[in-house]
């Protein structure tokens, strides 16, 4: 809306003028003042007197989405999957309470669901969801990339699909302050099998099976079978109808589960600032002891709402710091648990420490951890819905995500800042290991570990793993296991392989981040992004804490089931 309102050269000279944060705010104000706008015009024009009814029946709200308005339903955990689920229920409760016979398939696609209804069928289904439509704000569209998508509240709507093979039918979900909406893409498709002698014929290609017998028995299971497949801390009671086949578990299937590790620490607190400062001194680099690298900007709050939003998969939580719980944490929250360094440490003389390398060796000590972990600096989000099967192999073997970045060639050298010092000490182990040469970095992304492996690399370099571990400040003889070393180690001793996510990293400090933020909120077509700041001293946290608090909270609206409530 920004951009219809105001011409190129206005754009320009606003950015000129005015700082991203500023633009932002009024991007909002026009979106919103246009929303508002077009909510009057529409409940004063005549034709609209049937929306004007579902929006009293639904409690549905006016958005704009695709540069149209729309209307959509809040939901005060929106995320994906719960799109999914309510699109799926309303479709199989639309079909149960016309006495129309459906089942549920896997689709190729995870992102949205199916069911499959007889070609028989197909006149009476569409009518059901017709006239469901009357209290619903349900769209229909041919496909969640390309087709037009029409008003489910208009009967000639469905009369456009009255032969189609395949029609996918939705509702806008939005969040209670109407920042994001969730369309089309999350959508339930209604899939219409061709009966062929005695079996049904699917018209598409699905995970499962082309055809099945047309007369068998349906099987009741949650919905989160088809909704979240991969698992979900937010169990609902609904159940949906599928066959047998349907609930089969593909080699591909990753089916262990999977915790996520954070490294925390809040760089303002005088207990821990008076602890550093007892123990800081000389370091070998300048940035080993940079005040960036403890500053918070609340990037951990942002990024458990990334992963309760992306990842309803994993399983739990472990925030390990130095006894330290940030203020708006709820502790007593399901699935979240915060460790102390005192509880993973193997010599608890070593303690306090300030390194991360030194924290890093000893997570695959937390107890009651799972076999596979993922670890997250809390500056590191998730930007889209990802699956375990992003991260893990169904056997159990880890992925990782070369960069392009190089570790300097040559032997360690007094100017070598901590990671180059780090990743060239991996090198050496690797190379006196196995034999070859690492120069590539790894990417700031969830690191996909197991603990078997990490044991075994205690126990393999363990010289160089307890030398890491009793260096309070990040030291030149460091290495850095979940990070960089334990994807070599994995990847020759063949229990990890190359992965490949949309990712993009963002240095803070960079003059030309907050453009580019702005554009990464506008599409949001990232599954990972860093925002890392390691550079920036005390002069200016205020600029970076202002320019990642006002993106994240931005990015992601709603809160977590992890916080506290305001």
Not at 68 to 75: F, T
Not at 112 to 131: E, G, K
Not at 266 to 287: I, N, V
Request: some cysteine; overall charge neutral; hydrophobic content about 40%.
């Amino acid at each position: 809306m920004y951009r219809k309102v105001l011409p190129v050269q206005g754009r320009k000279a606003i950015a000129r003028r005015f700082s991203p944060a500023q633009r932002r705010r009024v991007k909002q104000r026009i979106g919103a003042a246009s929303a508002a706008l077009q909510a009057v015009q529409m409940r004063s024009s005549a034709f609209t007197a049937t929306h004007r009814a579902v929006i009293a029946r639904s409690g549905a709200t006016v958005v704009t989405a695709e540069g149209r308005l729309r209307l959509a339903l809040p939901q005060p955990q929106l995320s994906p999957e719960t799109a999914r689920r309510a699109n799926l229920a309303f479709v199989t409760e639309a079909l149960s309470g016309a006495g129309i016979d459906y089942f549920c398939i896997r689709r190729q696609d995870r992102s949205a669901t199916a069911v499959a209804v007889s070609q028989a069928d197909r006149s009476a289904a569409l009518l059901a969801l017709s006239a469901r439509c009357g209290s619903h704000p349900g769209y229909l569209t041919a496909s969640a990339e390309s087709g037009r998508v029409l008003a489910g509240s208009r009967s000639a709507s469905w009369q456009r699909f009255s032969h189609a093979d395949v029609v996918r039918v939705f509702a806008y979900h939005t969040d209670p302050g109407r920042q994001l909406v969730l369309g089309a893409e999350h959508g339930c498709d209604i899939e219409f099998w061709a009966a062929e002698g005695d079996r049904l014929t699917a018209p598409r290609r699905n995970s499962i099976a082309e055809s099945v017998p047309a007369v068998a028995g349906a099987v009741e299971v949650p919905v989160e079978t088809f909704t979240a497949r991969y698992g979900t801390r937010d169990r609902a009671l609904l159940t949906v109808r599928t066959r047998e086949e349907f609930t089969t578990v593909l080699p591909r299937d990753v089916t262990f589960p999977v915790d996520a590790v954070y490294t925390w620490v809040d760089g303002s607190d005088p207990a821990w600032l008076e602890r550093r400062s007892r123990f800081s001194g000389a370091t070998y680099h300048a940035e080993a002891a940079n005040a960036a690298r403890y500053a918070d900007h609340d990037e951990l709050r942002y990024s458990l709402r990334s992963l309760d939003m992306y990842a309803p998969w994993i399983r739990t939580i472990y925030i390990v710091t130095d006894d330290q719980t940030p203020a708006w944490l709820d502790t007593s929250a399901p699935g979240i648990k915060v460790v102390s360094h005192r509880d993973i440490f193997s010599d608890p003389g070593v303690l306090p420490t300030f390194n991360s390398h030194a924290i890093e060796s000893q997570l695959h000590h937390i107890d009651g951890l799972s076999e596979h972990f993922l670890y997250f600096n809390d500056d590191v989000f998730l930007g889209s819905e990802t699956a375990p099967g992003d991260f893990f192999v169904a056997n159990g073997l880890t992925r990782f995500f070369p960069s392009p970045a190089l570790v300097p060639l040559g032997p360690l050298s007094a100017d070598d800042v901590p990671v180059a010092a780090a990743g060239k000490n991996n090198r050496t182990l690797i190379q006196q290991r196995f034999g070859t040469t690492p120069v590539a970095k790894m990417r700031h992304m969830p690191h996909a570990l197991s603990r078997s492996v990490l044991d075994e690399i205690e126990t393999e370099f363990a010289e160089q793993h307890a030398t890491t571990a009793s260096h309070r400040f990040r030291s030149s003889d460091d290495i850095a296991i979940p990070s960089s070393l334990y994807h070599y180690h994995a990847f020759h001793t063949r229990r990890a392989v190359p992965g490949d996510l949309r990712y993009v990293y963002r240095d803070v400090a960079h003059p030309h981040t907050p453009s580019q933020l702005d554009r990464l909120l506008r599409d949001r077509d990232k599954d990972v992004f860093c925002l890392n700041d390691t550079t920036s001293d005390e002069a200016d946290f205020a600029r970076s804490d202002r320019l990642i608090r006002t993106f994240l909270e931005a990015y992601f609206p709603v809160a977590s089931r992890f916080e506290r409530a305001r």
